[in-house]
């Protein structure tokens, strides 16, 4: 295994993942699943994480897809072992307790979009390609695609996508929700850096406290998501940035979170 194919730089708890392999447009092999996870297990114990950064190296490409030469040969069990790495890969991502932006700059094919459909946010290059195309390939989507993309875009627009296996633009899939913006290419750096700033800035732990009651109350009946979401609202009022953050308000200054 080797950990060069993701680059980490973490700039004051904003870390930024570039997945590095780019003359295979940085489709996702085994080497580059593991390499993932190893960061994402030093993530998890990160002591001052703000928000995560996932890209992918060169301008043509984010993610190309799981890695067809290395899926060729595999039997059924190599695929079901191969998938599972994946799920439990893309989950820790999903997992992370603070904001994923997935920053698609070029192609997002396959398993590259049910890698940025674990994301928080989505931020698209305005040449982005966004695509299901696994029943090209006589196989289905296995990295979560046919669950996260119904419940991201709805079933109907999921259904279009995995049995047709098209391709859409950025601003097709802005449209149908599965973005949050579009960029152009140029200027996506420049964006990413003020979305970080702007997701830093606030109050770390109720940043992280919002994104729990979206992530968890999701799996939840509405009446349960609302008791979570008043814990969680209520959990607030236990630490010092309520205080600051409405102090500050109240004294006509900037909160120091
Ligand atoms: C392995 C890949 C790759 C992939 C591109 N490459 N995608 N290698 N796996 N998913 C390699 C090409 O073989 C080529 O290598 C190099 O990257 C550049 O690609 P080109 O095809 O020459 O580029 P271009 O003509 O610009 O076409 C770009 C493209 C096309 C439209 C993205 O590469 C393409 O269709 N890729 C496959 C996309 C796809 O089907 N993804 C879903 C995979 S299945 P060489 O050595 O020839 O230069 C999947 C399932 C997930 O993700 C679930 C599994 C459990």
Known sequence: MSESVIEKVDNDGVVRLTITRPKALNALNSDVLSALEAHLVELEAHPDLRAVLITGAGEKSFVAGADITEMRE?????ARAFASQALRTIKRLEELPVPVV??????CLGGGCELAL?????????NAVFGQPEVLLGVIPGFGGTQRLPRRVGPA?????V???????????LRIGLVNRVMPQAELDAY???LTK???GNGPQAVRNAKQAVHDGMDQDLTSALALETSLFALCFAGEEQSEGMSA???KRKPNF
């Open 163 to 173: 049995t047709t296996g098209r391709k859409i633009n950025a601003e097709e899939a």
């Open 102 to 107: 997935a920053l698609v700059n070029g192609f």
């Open 249 to 251: 308000f109240v004294e």
């Open 192 to 194: 990413a850096d003020e």
């Open 157 to 161: 627009m999921a259904i279009d996508l």
């Open 198 to 200: 702007q997701l830093s």
């Open 118 to 126: 674990a994301c928080d946010w989505a931020v698209a290059s305005d």
């Open 74 to 78: 595999k039997t059924p069990e190599e």
